[in-house]
């Protein structure tokens, strides 16, 4: 049942019946974790933006937000128009891309949403780019659509298979068939979040806090290492 609020209030003009439309348990999430964001001139990246639903949602939803969107296919027709917002086209894990993204937006971002490929080696990647010096101390990293990793016909990061690990640098491989995928992405993840009790000090990801929900989880990068 959804709760009220302006994020699934948008989500029903904006998606209409696209199939890839945010479930109403994302963004009854978002409207609580963005709502003090909502009138700060921050800096939001999506990785993923297929027909530019959910960039029209977060232009509308952060009035100030200087907004991109990075994509391997084309720039939808219905991205908007305004100054705010930025399209980079290429794969969501090349860092010439995700570093031009960052340029594009004029400096770090606060919230970074990676709802693409939602295969663990991509995300990975992308993540161990992004998250160290790309995303504001303090800022919010969100992954989803974890739950690929136990669904078949999503390649090599399906449970079924025998996938590729896809490795953090710096982790040990303990339980190989426990750290691929997206899952095992979430797990070494959960490993960094405890470093400091655990080894005295942040890792290279400062995470402060990891919330797993069903099928997304949101990181809290720490507000000082
Ligand atoms: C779930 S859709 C994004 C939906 C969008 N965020 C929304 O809510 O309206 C995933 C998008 O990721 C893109 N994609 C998939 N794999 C990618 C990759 N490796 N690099 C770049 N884009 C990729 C697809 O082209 C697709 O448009």
Not at 28 to 55: C, K, M, T
Not at 195 to 224: C, Q, S
Request: aromatic share 10%.
């Amino acid at each position: 049942m959804a709760e009220p609020n302006l994020l699934t209030e948008l989500a029903a003009t904006l998606y209409g019946t696209d199939p890839y439309r945010k479930p109403d348990i994302y963004l009854n999430e978002y409207g609580r974790l963005f709502e003090p964001l909502r009138s700060l001139p921050i800096r939001l990246l999506e990785l993923g933006v297929h027909r530019g639903a959910s960039i029209n949602l977060w232009e509308r939803y952060f009035p100030l937000a200087t907004i991109v969107g990075l994509d391997g296919e084309a720039k939808p027709v219905s991205f908007p128009t305004s100054e705010r917002c930025h399209f980079v086209h290429g794969a969501q894990d090349s860092v010439h891309l995700l570093d031009q993204a960052v340029a594009v937006a004029g400096g770090p971002f606060d919230i970074i949403i990676d709802d693409c490929s939602h295969l663990g080696c991509h995300t990975a990647r992308s993540f161990a780019h992004l998250f160290k010096n790309r995303l504001n101390p303090g800022g919010i990293y969100i992954i989803e659509d974890i739950c690929t990793a136990f669904t078949s016909g999503h390649g090599w990061d399906a449970a079924p298979f025998d996938p590729p690990q896809i490795g953090l640098p710096g982790m040990l491989q303990v339980f190989p068939s426990h750290q691929n995928g997206m899952i095992g992405l979430i797990k070494q993840l959960l490993d960094h979040s405890q470093a400091p009790t655990a080894a005295g000090a942040y890792t290279e990801y400062p995470i402060e806090r990891l919330t797993v929900l069903t099928n997304f989880a949101i990181l809290h990068k720490a507000k000082r290492t």
